[in-house]
Every structure is written in structure tokens, then in C-alpha cells.
């Protein structure tokens, strides 16, 4: 079965820092780009950063740029967001999603939650 | 940043009839190297992720019933459910691919 399940989430203080982790498996990992798509509560979607199948190329949205990093590793299927400094306004959900452009596998999200 | 606009907000349909919901872009998502638009939809039910239902506009992903369809180019872009299913209670987004940062309509919630 095609999977993804991310993992890490949890409360964090604000200017604090956690590690997201999403396993894949059913598929072959190294083929696709993957991606981070985040939702606040009772809000909509965001995308938030996707890494290429070697990791060569990262891109990010704007309003984590210089605090988040993506990165994967092929070896163990996983996928990965590094988050520092963070804020009150990046609480949500956290989605790991197969894909570049659409996103047609998504995991059941691990929710971030920053507050002192 | 290209900015999705969905219309309307929320909206309520009877069992078996039609549902219309309206994406606009503040800019073309249509490209110009493949004459595709960059257009998708999901679909997301109560404590669920996202599901994809539409790309490049108007192609069924795998698997979607065929009541779901979409339409529209450039601009502007409609997700049609043609006779709704109880099933079908959700919030629908539209995306799109055209640019980085991809960014989501803010969401048009479909009660019955």
C-alpha cells in the first residue's frame, strides 16, 4: 500500500525548534519529489517547501525562508522539515505530500503547535 | 504570488443536484510550453488530508467519480459535482502549479 506518515510534531515554545520526519513506503521514494503543505487551524491549505528526488534543488514559501529546511533521505524513504525560530503563526498541521506540481499522496499530517 | 480566489465561501445543494464551485486566478496559470493550465482541485473531508480529484484542469485523477468534473482556462475555473452525493459533504480546494510559491484557493465548503 502506498503510504506516507509523518511523525515530530508536538508543542513547542515559541523561538523553539522540532524535527518533522514523514516515512514513505509502497512506492519508490527516490523517484518523486515530495513536499510540505501545512494547515492552520480551521484554515486553508499552504504549501511550504518540496525537495527534488536527489535533493539538489529546495524550494520554500516565503514566510519560512531561512528557518525551515527540507531534506530526504532516499536511503530510509524519509522525508524531513527542520523547523527554527518558530511562531505562534506556524501552527498546524503538517502534511508530507508526493509531488511537485499535484499531489496525489498525502499523509495523515502531524500537528505543530507553538505556544508559551 | 499568484493569488486564488474561490467563490463562494460555502454553499448548500440538495441531494442529487448540482454543485458549481468558481476558482479565479490573479494571474494566467495557463502555460504556454504544453497549452495546459497548471489548475488543480481537491477535495478534503472532516479530519482527512487533501484528496486530488482534478489536474490540468479538467483530467480526472484515478479513481474520481465522474460527477466530478472541471473546466475553465486562463483565469478562471469551475469544479462541477453533477448530482451530489452525501459522500461529497467537503471542502474543495483549487491550486495552482504555474509558480512557486503553488498556492490554494481559500476553500469552498459543500454542505448538503
Known amino acids: 500500500e502506498v503510504q506516507l506518515m509523518e511523525s515530530g510534531g508536538g508543542l513547542v515554545q515559541p523561538g523553539g525548534s522540532l524535527r518533522l520526519s514523514c516515512a514513505a513506503s509502497?512506492?519508490?521514494?527516490?523517484?518523486?519529489?515530495m513536499t510540505w503543505v501545512r494547515q492552520a487551524p480551521g484554515k486553508g491549505l499552504e504549501w511550504v517547501a518540496n525537495?527534488?528526488?536527489?535533493?539538489?534543488?529546495?524550494n520554500y514559501v516565503d514566510s519560512v525562508k531561512g528557518r525551515f529546511t527540507i531534506s530526504r533521505d532516499n536511503a530510509k524513504n524519509s522525508l524531513y522539515l527542520q523547523m527554527n525560530s518558530l511562531r505562534a503563526d506556524d501552527t498546524a498541521v503538517y502534511y508530507c505530500?508526493?509531488?511537485?506540481?499535484?499531489?496525489?499522496?498525502w499523509g495523515q499530517g502531524t500537528m505543530v503547535t507553538v505556544s508559551s | 504570488e499568484i493569488v486564488m480566489t474561490q467563490s463562494p465561501d460555502s454553499l448548500a445543494v440538495s441531494l442529487g443536484e448540482r454543485a458549481t464551485i468558481n476558482c479565479k486566478s490573479s494571474?494566467?496559470?495557463?502555460?504556454?510550453?504544453?497549452?495546459?493550465?497548471?489548475l488543480a482541485w481537491y477535495q478534503q473531508k472532516p479530519g482527512q488530508p487533501p484528496r486530488l480529484l482534478i489536474y490540468?484542469?479538467?483530467t480526472r485523477y484515478s479513481g474520481v467519480p465522474d460527477r466530478f468534473s472541471g473546466s475553465g482556462s486562463g483565469t478562471d475555473f469551475t469544479l462541477t459535482i453533477s448530482s451530489l452525493q452525501a459522500e461529497d459533504v467537503a471542502v474543495y480546494y483549487c491550486?495552482?502549479?504555474?509558480?512557486?510559491?503553488?498556492?490554494f484557493g481559500q476553500g469552498t465548503k459543500v454542505e448538503i
Open positions: 505530500a508526493r509531488g511537485l506540481w499535484t499531489f496525489d499522496i
Open positions: 509502497g512506492f519508490s521514494f527516490s523517484s518523486y519529489w
Open positions: 525537495v527534488k528526488q536527489d535533493g539538489s534543488e529546495k
Open positions: 494571474q494566467s496559470v495557463l502555460h504556454s510550453s504544453n497549452s495546459k493550465n497548471q
Open positions: 490540468w484542469a479538467s
Open positions: 491550486q495552482q502549479y504555474y509558480s512557486t510559491p503553488q498556492t
